[in-house]
């Protein structure tokens, strides 16, 4: 299992620009980093109405959409983190989960005032303090 972060605030806090800083930082390191953005309200456009995936996604218990050097997978499944994780993430050292404040068992890095419990990161602080924190046990 890969060592699982969260980086949690409220919307406009600096999560996704903390997270662009960390991840080729890791990669420098040699690590194979990989990510999950949480969508509590259902907002991320991953698919439009009424295109063929869709249309058959309703039907299905997966649908893919593979291009060149890419694959989209729709799959129904419940808002479990940890369990994307041991199954599509196992092949990585390390994953970001952007969201997920409330989740419990996994490290956190907090940013702005929320009163959640975990590393707390005041604008972009050095980041190799922000890794340590990720990497110890």
């Not at 953005?37 to 456009?45: A, E, S, V, Y």
């Not at 439009?48 to 039907?59: A, N, Y």
């Not at 390390?94 to 890095?109: P, R």
């Amino acid at each position: 299992m890969p060592k699982v972060v969260s980086v949690v605030g409220y919307h406009n806090s600096g999560k996704t620009t903390l997270i662009e800083k960390l991840i080729p930082e890791l990669q420098r390191r040699g690590l194979k980093v990989g990510y999950i953005k949480h969508d509590p309200k259902g907002h991320g456009i991953t698919d439009k109405e009424g295109s063929d995936t869709q249309r058959v996604f309703i039907l299905t218990h997966k649908t893919a959409l593979l291009s060149p050097g890419k694959l989209t997978l729709w799959q129904m499944a419940e808002d479990e983190p940890l369990k994307v994780v041991q199954e599509y993430f196992k092949d990585c050292d390390v994953v970001i989960l952007e969201g997920w404040k409330s989740l419990e068992g996994v490290k956190k890095i907090v940013l702005g005032e929320l009163c959640v419990e975990g590393f707390r990161v005041e604008g972009l602080r050095e980041l190799s303090d922000v890794i340590d924190y990720i990497m110890k046990d």
